[in-house]
């Protein structure tokens, strides 16, 4: 299939509306880079804060899988304005992020802004998930003789099952070279999206004003679906996790008393999955 990245620009305005719940975390740097990007860009984008429990246990759990996995080189894609490669790349990770052109020429600026110099071991780097030669270059940076974790939050759910393949092929030939694992969140399957629409009944009608792609017959509807469609393409299930695994380590919940009954409920049914090359 022919990728141009102007199909998938309307995605990237997401990434303010992930930014902005991420301040009422304990997550270093996310109020200084979401201050940085209210008063650089001029996106008209609908936030809340009640998305915060969920973004921040995503985050979490992503990292506590990483850091229990032992591996030092990370591919995030679709990488937005999250601190995480600032974070571990300063804790001598070798990390690259991958985002589209606007994302990545704002990134660059919020780190040059909030935090200084770019770390050497930190690469922002222009591309599309969707692009096999966005990966060769991706691949350059990393030791063929150690493991990669790849890692993305909040891609999938905006692509359809096609372009879901594609990246999926992408990332097994990436990690069949270099061995590692891919870990993701964008495969919470389709229940979760009516336990969304209770916890923040406004966020998926706000999300399709931003982009056309917010579309339910593009998930997954259930683990079993997950697992036949990445096994067709080369891939095992190794780990699954549910946010709520992180409910005690939530400052949104904890200290901003971000909480209820539909929220715990959404917690519950969002999963990372840890996926590993057969």
Not at 27 to 44: D, G, M, Q, V
Not at 175 to 197: E, R, S
Not at 239 to 256: G, P
């Amino acid at each position: 299939m022919k990728i141009e990245d102007k199909d998938y620009e309307e995605i990237t305005s997401t990434a303010i509306v992930t930014a902005y719940p991420r301040i009422f975390t304990d997550i270093l740097y996310e109020k200084e880079i979401y201050k940085w990007l209210s008063n650089h860009c001029n996106e008209e984008v609908s936030l809340n804060k009640n998305l915060a429990p969920n973004i921040e246990a995503r985050y979490k759990l992503t990292n506590k899988i990483l850091d229990n996995s032992g591996i030092k080189q990370v591919l995030e894609l679709a990488a937005g304005y999250t601190s995480r490669g600032l974070i571990y790349s300063s804790k001598g990770y070798n990390y690259v992020e991958m985002d589209l052109g606007k994302v990545v020429h704002n990134k660059i600026n919020v780190v040059h802004d909030v935090y200084g110099d770019i770390p050497e071991s930190l690469k922002i780097i222009s591309g599309n998930a969707l692009r096999y030669s966005d990966y060769l270059r991706v691949s350059e940076y990393f030791d063929n003789n150690d493991k990669v974790a790849v890692i993305n939050e909040g891609l999938f759910r905006y692509l359809t099952f096609e372009e879901k393949r594609v990246v999926a092929e992408n990332v097994y030939t990436l990690l069949k070279k270099h061995g590692g694992i891919w870990i993701t969140c964008d495969v919470t399957p389709k229940k979760f999206i009516q336990t969304q629409n209770k916890a923040i009944p406004q966020f998926n009608k706000d999300l399709s004003t931003i982009t056309s792609r917010n579309n339910l017959n593009d998930r997954f509807e259930n683990i079993e679906h997950i697992k036949e469609f990445f096994g067709k393409i080369g891939f095992e299930i190794a780990e699954v996790h549910r946010f709520s695994e992180m409910k005690e380590d939530l400052y949104s919940i904890n200290h901003h008393n971000i909480y209820d009954e539909n929220i715990e409920h959404l917690l519950e049914d969002a999963i990372v999955v840890v996926m590993k090359v057969k």
